[in-house]
């Protein structure tokens, strides 16, 4: 093989014990995503999707089996390095946006840096590019409840961006927008996928899983399918411009 | 360089957005911000007064024990302070004429000697009467020993001391009781069934300990006290000024030995006579006074430990709300120390603010103290009551900080 990947799981398994029964949410997984991919994680309620996310967002460690993320093992990290990798490397996109209440877009946006440490001077910089990039510029100063719901997720997104992260991992990002706002969020994704980013959606829509290049199906904790799209659904260039 | 100034750099973000986060959440819930301080206020109100009075105790005894004089030794039959045997104490032969004499002819380190005697008598002038004063037998060096300042007339003279004239100096509550209206000088008071001549009235005195009005004394050449209202039996007290007051302790050395061999003491034997000073008071009082202190600060520092356990409930309630936005922070990367952070300043934020509004408060009721006891609140008091208020927000705040920070980002990013 020829590029490293930055994603690459052998044989993750995850258990929860509920009560007196052991739920195996995870039943050996393994696959890899290699840089500027765009893939797409479906799979139905239940069957360990949202919990192979959140390994792969290193929001939670694997009960066994190796996480390498850009060949750096991470399976067996503290919660403070794992934070620190969510800082740095994986910009997080959610379908409820998850954006904080009381502070400005703008604010939201920096947040990532200011754990990041960097100064003030850059943080502004950079979350004053990333609100360009998603068109929200002259919506900076807004706060959440003062912007339609495709506008909070262009604020997240461009929250995600702005550490420019190795991953991009977006949860139902259109599950909380009506479909054309839904659309033009999938343009804006397409954009930063080909601008370079690597990208990874988790969805059980078919018709969003489509837009990406490779769709891996989970089913009772295995992945099922893992194939490449072969009628890739393209929008509109511009969809990410429109507003 | 680099590292170190990045490092900083990284604090003071953190720690800018956690006070802008403190101060964003008090704000957003500010009746419960205010009720939450309550607490914090009544405790710091409590303890800066319960700090404020002890501080205007401690004044009030320095400023009445310093009456005393530092540098005057006081020759008496009993100590002011031990454990010997009230029986013995007893039959201790008086302190006598003869005595100071001794000290008079030997003392080099002594710049004052005073003989003392009091007795307690009424004091008449016309039809005008203080029935119960303090007569003060001495002679013409008392008031150099006590450093008196006289508000008319003069002090009694060697003369008329050591020849017993019938003339006194008044104290200047007797003398504005007995003297309404008319300068005393020069008038004849009848003090017990004797007749005195007005010589002088000293300066107002207050009092001594709390408890003795300094002004509610006539003086009287000591010889003639004896004669009129006291046998010679009763005794009297030497007063020594010391002449340096670096010197105290080797005057009182050397008093003793005077005073042994005046009174014949064999060399074994124990003192029969006690050299008091007012260092003695003030041990004494600083030992009292320090249990006074201590149970008082503890039994209002309670009301500020009930304060903190207010705050650490509300901190409690507070991350259980906030779960979500935890875990928004721990999902973009914010560490544990972080959000731990963000919580301690919190609950030091809510803290800080009641500790500045008790000692608002505080303040006007010092003010009321110091009409009974002299004191302003002492800027130290100020900034211990801060100090306090944040340590108490800190420690009452750790657990419920201590449980934000352990939260899953998982579960806590799911919650409702």
């Known amino acids: ?243 | 360089m680099r590292a170190f100034s990045y490092n900083i750099a990284f604090y003071l973000a953190e720690l800018r957005e956690g006070l802008s986060i403190a101060f964003h959440a008090i704000r957003a819930n500010k009746m419960r911000s205010i009720l939450t301080t309550l607490g914090i206020v009544i405790g710091i109100v409590s303890v800066t007064l319960m700090g404020t009075a002890i501080e205007g105790l401690n004044r009030a005894f320095n400023e009445s024990v310093g009456k005393l004089g530092a540098d005057v030794l006081f020759v008496q039959k009993f100590p002011w302070q031990g454990d010997e045997d009230w029986a013995t104490l007893r039959n201790r032969p008086d302190i006598r004429f003869e005595h100071a004499r001794a000290v008079e002819r030997n003392a080099t380190l002594a710049s004052n000697i005073t003989t003392v005697a009091g007795a307690r008598q009424p004091i008449r002038y016309g039809n005008k009467i203080v029935e119960s004063i303090v007569v003060v037998g001495t002679d013409d060096e008392f008031d150099d020993t006590q450093n008196l300042s006289l508000a008319l007339g003069r002090f009694m003279s060697a003369a008329e001391a050591g020849g017993g004239r019938p003339v006194t100096v008044l104290g200047s509550q007797i003398a504005e009781n007995l003297f309404p209206s008319e300068n005393p000088l020069g008038k004849t008071v009848k003090i017990g069934n004797y007749s005195y001549r007005v010589i002088g009235v000293i300066d107002k005195q207050g009092n001594l300990l709390g408890m003795e009005s300094l002004d509610n004394r006539a003086y009287v050449p000591i010889n003639r006290f004896f004669r009129e209202f006291k046998s010679f039996r009763g005794g009297m007290d030497i007063w020594v000024k010391v002449a340096d007051r670096t010197q105290v302790e080797d005057a009182k050395e050397e008093l003793r030995g005077i005073l042994r061999k005046a009174r014949h003491l064999a060399p074994k034997a124990k003192d029969n006579f006690a050299i008091n000073q007012q260092e003695i008071i003030v041990q004494l009082f600083n030992a009292i006074g320090g249990v006074v202190a201590g149970v008082g600060l503890f039994i209002t520092g309670l009301s500020l430990f009930v304060g903190g356990i207010g705050i650490m409930n509300i901190m409690f309630v507070s991350v259980t709300e906030r779960t979500k936005e935890i875990g928004i922070r721990k999902a973009i990367g914010a560490p544990r120390r972080t959000i731990l952070m963000q919580f301690l300043m919190e609950s030091a934020a809510l803290c800080l603010l009641g500790g500045i509004l008790g000692i608002a408060i505080a303040f006007p009721l010092s003010l009321i103290i110091d009409t009974v006891l002299p004191t302003a609140m002492p800027l130290s008091v100020v900034v211990i009551a801060i100090l306090i208020s944040i340590v108490v927000g800190i420690v009452s705040g750790f657990l419920p900080a201590y449980r934000a920070s352990r939260l899953d980002p998982v579960d806590a990013l799911r919650y409702e």
């Open chain 1, 1 to 243: 093989m020829s590029t490293i990947p930055v994603i690459n799981i052998k044989n993750i398994t995850k258990m929860y014990t509920m009560g007196d029964t052991e739920v195996h949410a995870l039943a050996g997984v393994s696959l890899h995503i290699n840089k500027n991919e765009y893939v797409a994680i479906m799979g139905p309620s239940g069957s360990g999707k949202s919990t192979l996310m959140n390994i792969l967002g290193c929001l939670d460690t694997p009960t066994s089996g190796l996480y390498e993320f850009n060949s750096v093992n991470v399976s067996e990290m503290n919660d403070n390095e794992l934070a620190k990798i969510r800082n740095k490397e994986i910009g997080f996109v959610f379908q409820t946006f998850n954006l904080l209440a009381r502070s400005d877009a703008l604010h939201n946006v920096e947040l990532p840096l200011i754990y990041g440490g960097y100064s003030s001077r850059d943080r502004k910089e950079r979350a004053h590019e990333a609100l360009r990039r998603v068109g929200l510029e002259d919506r900076m100063h807004h706060k959440p409840n003062e912007l339609s719901g495709g506008q909070r997720q262009r604020v997240a997104i461009a929250r995600a961006l702005v550490t420019h992260p190795s991953i991009i991992l977006a949860d139902e990002p259109t599950g909380n927008l009506d479909t054309k706002t839904g659309e033009e969020i999938m343009g804006l994704f397409e954009e930063l996928h080909s601008e370079g980013n690597t990208i990874i959606l988790v969805t059980h829509e078919e018709y969003i899983a489509e837009h990406a290049d490779r769709i891996i199906r989970v089913r009772d904790g295995n992945v099922e399918k893992d194939e490449q799209v072969r009628n890739r659904k393209r929008l509109n260039d511009n969809a990410g411009v429109l507003v």
